[in-house]
């Protein structure tokens, strides 16, 4: 297995991937639709973050894409105590779910982070996803709020 950045040629295998990776957020609540509109437009951005040099990377077989995770940092022009990465997404197709893949990505998506000067990385998991959660803990991670809903 490989771990490199997405590439443009990468799209039309990245979109049913992404489909279902959205499909997982929107199980546990999220307002994203899993449709092949919004995929394309990950997909796309991804790749422009990958471009230019963000941690968006994908795990591949020879051709065929594993999983991926689709990090990057904030380039708005404010002034922060840290920089971070935000860990926007992390997704394995269910076949090479549970051989530590979405582990290797993150520690590739890691070294990106600290060689480009990143300080700390941030992420949502829902509260649903109790097996996330246990995860990111032990690998020292700790949480810093709550986001609510409410129906209007
Ligand atoms: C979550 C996911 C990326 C884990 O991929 P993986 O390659 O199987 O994970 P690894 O083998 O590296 O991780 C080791 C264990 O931690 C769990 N884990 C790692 N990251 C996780 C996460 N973000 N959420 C839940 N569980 C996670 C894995 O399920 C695996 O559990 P196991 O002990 O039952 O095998 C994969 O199951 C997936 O794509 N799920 C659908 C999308 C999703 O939930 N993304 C994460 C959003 S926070």
């Not at 708005?76 to 990465?85: E, G, N």
């Amino acid at each position: 297995m490989d771990i490199r950045p997405w590439r443009a040629t990468d799209i039309p295998q990245l979109i049913p991937l992404l489909v279902d990776a959205l499909a997982a957020g929107a199980a546990r609540g999220e307002a994203i639709i899993a449709d092949e509109h919004n995929a394309t437009f990950y997909a796309q951005l991804g790749v422009a973050q990958a471009e230019g040099g963000h941690p968006t990377l994908c795990a591949v077989d020879g051709e065929d894409i594993l999983g991926f995770v689709m990090w990057s940092w904030c380039e708005l022009p404010l002034h922060v105590a840290w920089k971070v990465c935000f860990a926007g997404n992390s997704y394995v197709r269910p076949d090479a779910r549970h051989r530590g893949v979405a582990n290797a990505l993150r520690q590739a998506a890691g070294l990106r982070c600290r060689a480009a000067g990143v300080e700390r990385i941030i992420g949502p998991v829902h509260l649903v996803n109790t097996r996330g959660i246990q995860e990111f803990v032990r690998q020292g991670a700790w949480p810093t709020s709550v986001q609510m809903e409410v129906l209007v």
